[in-house]
């Protein structure tokens, strides 16, 4: 490996969704472990701003939204943890001197200096673990425990929630979000199940929160009707206010959506719904954090992999996450 200098900077390259966002940013604070003066910077897309700006471990962000931005990008390193061809030729361009990427993308093989031998595809592990296992051209080890990899989210930075949204949270109760919907990035529980679980709560120790997109709004809005003691969320905060309000609550309940990332890394109980197939199943995407859990059906789910509507998830038990949010 080309040496690096004392304090060198190195780009963590991750432009896809908050979820995979949230379990990439680990990495900042495992390098910062062993390279305390570096810095690191984040390429993102302007969406996921808001997530990055919660961990103490990332010096800078930059967005690939922004055109001037991509031409300007300089660094000693740039990392591409999630492969895009027009990134990893852009950093060539830009003539960062050292460029990693996998051997498993071709256009790596032109733009990159540095190929790793890493495929996630048939892998045990967790998207995190696979993450850091990027960074073994550091000469660092990369073996970690999956129970270890929430000490290196360094999510100290949540802004504080506004007074008009804080009024709404019950200090005498259990504050749980129910997120039921996914934008169609995993598969769901189903509106019914959700109706089911806010059912079986009790009300008297739990105070529901619906939340969601304003067009997922409109998705949930027979569950809004049909319970109208739940507070709906649904379209009304902004991403920095919705992180803020989850670091308010106790707890949220959902798929594999960003919102249970965030909410397990801020150190909400997040109880993820899961289905049991792969590359979707909880081993590779489970929530990580201090009181994360998830639910999955012990099975085989090959039947449901060629649509969204997946059995397999809808009969997990209300009772079961109820059991969950009790514990």
């Given at each position: 490996?080309?040496?690096l200098?004392?304090?060198?900077?190195?780009?963590l390259?991750?432009?896809?969704?908050i979820?995979?966002?949230?379990?990439?940013?680990?990495?900042?604070?495992?390098?910062k472990q062993?390279?305390?003066?570096?810095?690191i910077?984040?390429?993102?897309?302007n969406?996921?701003?808001?997530?990055?700006?919660?961990?103490?471990?990332?010096?800078?962000?930059?967005?690939w939204?922004?055109?001037e931005?991509?031409?300007?990008?300089?660094?000693?390193?740039?990392?591409?943890?999630?492969?895009?061809?027009?990134?990893?030729k852009?950093?060539?361009?830009?003539?960062?001197?050292?460029?990693v990427?996998?051997?498993?993308?071709?256009?790596?093989?032109?733009?990159?200096?540095?190929?790793?031998?890493?495929?996630?595809?048939?892998?045990?592990?967790?998207?995190s673990?696979?993450?850091?296992?990027?960074?073994?051209f550091?000469?660092?080890?990369?073996?970690?425990?999956?129970?270890?990899v929430?000490?290196?989210?360094?999510?100290?930075?949540?802004?504080?929630?506004?007074e008009?949204?804080?009024?709404?949270?019950?200090?005498?109760?259990?504050?749980v979000i129910?997120?039921p919907?996914?934008?169609?990035?995993?598969?769901?529980?189903?509106?019914?199940?959700?109706?089911?679980?806010?059912?079986?709560?009790?009300?008297?120790k739990?105070?529901?929160?619906?939340?969601?997109?304003?067009?997922?709004?409109l998705?949930?809005?027979?569950?809004?009707?049909k319970h109208?003691e739940?507070?709906?969320?649904?379209?009304?905060?902004?991403?920095?206010?919705?992180?803020?309000f989850?670091?308010?609550?106790?707890?949220l309940?959902?798929?594999?959506?960003g919102?249970?990332?965030?909410?397990?890394?801020?150190?909400?109980?997040?109880?993820?719904?899961?289905?049991?197939?792969?590359?979707?199943h909880?081993?590779?995407?489970?929530?990580?954090?201090?009181?994360?859990?998830?639910?999955?059906?012990?099975k085989?789910?090959?039947?449901?992999?060629?649509?969204?509507?997946?059995?397999?998830?809808?009969?997990?038990?209300?009772?079961?996450?109820v059991?969950?949010?009790?514990?």
């Open positions: 490996m080309q040496k200098p004392d304090h060198f900077s190195i780009i390259s991750r432009t896809d969704s979820g995979d966002v949230v379990l990439t940013l680990p990495m900042a604070g495992y390098i062993y390279f305390p003066n570096c810095k910077i984040f390429l993102g897309r969406y996921t701003r808001d997530v990055v700006a919660l961990t103490e471990h990332v010096d800078e962000f930059v967005s939204d922004d055109v931005a991509r031409k300007n990008l300089k660094a000693d390193v740039i990392l591409h943890v999630f492969p895009v061809k027009e990134i990893a852009q950093a060539k361009q830009n003539g960062i001197k050292l460029r990427g996998t051997k498993n993308r071709l256009y790596h093989w032109f733009f990159c200096n540095k190929l790793m031998n890493l495929s996630r595809k048939n892998s045990e592990l967790h998207e673990q696979l993450n850091i296992k990027l960074l073994s550091l000469n660092i080890p990369t073996e970690v425990k999956l129970e270890d929430k000490r290196y989210y360094g999510f100290t930075k949540a802004e504080p929630l506004a008009e949204w804080k009024v709404l949270i019950d200090k005498s109760k259990t504050n129910l997120h919907k996914s934008k169609g990035s995993a598969r769901e529980w189903g509106l019914d199940n959700f109706s089911m679980l806010i059912d079986t709560l009790d009300k008297s739990f105070k529901i929160f619906i939340s969601g997109t304003k067009d997922e709004g998705l949930v809005k027979p569950l809004l009707e109208k739940v507070v709906d969320l649904t379209g009304k905060l902004s991403l920095q206010e919705f992180i803020s989850i670091n308010t609550t106790d707890a309940v959902a798929a594999s959506t919102p249970l990332h965030i909410a397990s890394a801020l150190g909400k109980k997040a109880i993820g719904l899961f289905a049991p197939m792969r590359p979707i909880p081993g590779r995407w489970m929530p990580v954090g201090e009181k994360a859990n998830h639910l999955v059906l012990n085989a789910c090959d039947d449901c992999r060629k649509n969204n509507d997946c059995h397999c998830i809808r009969e997990i038990k209300a009772k079961e996450v059991d969950l949010l009790n514990k």
